[in-house]
């Protein structure tokens, strides 16, 4: 989302040249025909906001997520009861992901329909992991909530932005840890590993590898959700057009799943060693 082109696109905010001769004449040719009333009328009518321009607004960004977390949650009550759709969830939505990332211009359907699959894969893997230590799924909900909070109230603050030398360390970071979970996943497909968690049940000082690695990611995670209201604050002041507030849903959408995901294999790591 921080990297969205959209934002980085100097056509979406140049301004279009006039003709201000032209413009000029036939304004004053509208004027001549216009009463003293009419034009007091006119000039006393408030100026157009962004909605009324087709501008991206903070509002929209909002409803749109909303939409998109509704479907979320729709997909995760039927993962829930069928954890069987966790697998076609998490390949429909990887595949969706990956489509609507690269689009250049954003699609309300396929938004959607990847909202919905990350549902069925958020509500099979609750449902196993809540199985093996009940309760973990609401202190997952709970904790994502609390960091989501946080996380906006310290960008509102001013205290937190994505300055250009945070955002090359999150990306080596991030592409480091994609590469430690495929490696992690790979040694447990293939049973080199054949402990739960993998790589991450091994144990550092006497700490599991899993929690460090799973507050690393819950950090990047958090950062971001200050990359995506960064792009957000930069679109509505730039005015870029409203169809793209549905790309700002696409990457909270994005990022809170990331989020909650981590949040919960955090916890089932957390109780399965506290039960060990």
Known sequence: MGGNPV???????????QNTTNAGSAMLAGQAQMSSQQLQDLYNQPSAGPAQTGRMTYDDV????????ALVLAGA??????????????LAGLVLGLVNAFKKEPSKG?????????GLFVG???????GMYPGIAPQAVLGTVCVFAVTLALFKSGKVRATPKAMKFFMIAIIGYAVFSLVNLGL??????DTPWGVRGMEVMGIPLGVIIGIFAIGLAAFSLIMDFTSIEEGVRQGVDRKYSWTAAFGLTVTLVWLYVEILRLLAILRSVAEE
């Open 110 to 118: 396929l938004i959607l329909a990847y909202a919905a699959a990350e």
């Open 77 to 90: 009550a039927v993962g829930w009861m069928i954890p069987a759709l966790m697998i076609p969830g998490m």
């Open 7 to 17: 934002f980085n696109n100097p056509n979406v905010f140049r301004s279009q040249p």
């Open 62 to 69: 909002i409803m749109k997520t909303l939409a998109c977390l």
């Open 188 to 193: 447990q497909m293939f049973g080199v590993l």
């Open 124 to 130: 099979g893997i609750s449902a196993v992991l809540d």
